[in-house]
């Protein structure tokens, strides 16, 4: 099992910057942040595979947000540079601790985060 607790969210002006985190119990096979803005469908934003340092971002935020984690592989990032107010939402993590076939799908996913607000004004 994993436990999940993001931090770091916040309110910006559009073009600005933030940077959450995602504390994990335990490593997981894999990690993602997805979001999910008031009466929306929940979005996969970025995923990565643990073991490996492999990324996937979903294109609306490639080239923008940047998703890492530490040596340990129980703390993870998302650096979110050129923030538009399409990007305000719960931002959540989530884990897995199998191999799944569509990294950026929420069913795939078992274990959640409670979520950080981010809010990006224009």
């Known amino acids: 099992q994993v436990q999940l607790q993001e931090s770091g969210g916040g309110s910006v002006q559009a073009g600005g910057s933030l940077r959450p985190s995602c504390a994990a119990s335990?490593?997981?096979?894999?990690l993602a942040w997805f979001r999910q803005a008031p009466g929306k469908e929940r979005e996969g934003v970025a995923t990565?595979?643990?073991?490996?340092?492999?990324?996937d971002y979903a294109d609306s935020v490639r080239g923008r947000f940047t998703i890492s984690q530490d040596n340990a592989k129980t703390t993870l990032y998302l650096q979110m540079d050129s923030l538009k107010p399409e990007d305000t939402g719960v931002y959540l993590c989530?884990?897995?601790?199998?191999?799944?076939?569509?990294?950026?799908?929420?069913?795939?996913?078992?274990?959640w985060g409670q979520g950080t607000q981010v809010t990006v004004s224009s």
């Open positions: 335990r490593s997981a096979v894999r």
């Open positions: 990565i595979y643990t073991s490996h340092n492999l990324i």
């Open positions: 989530a884990g897995s601790l199998r191999g799944i076939a569509d990294p950026l799908r929420p069913g795939d996913y078992d274990y």
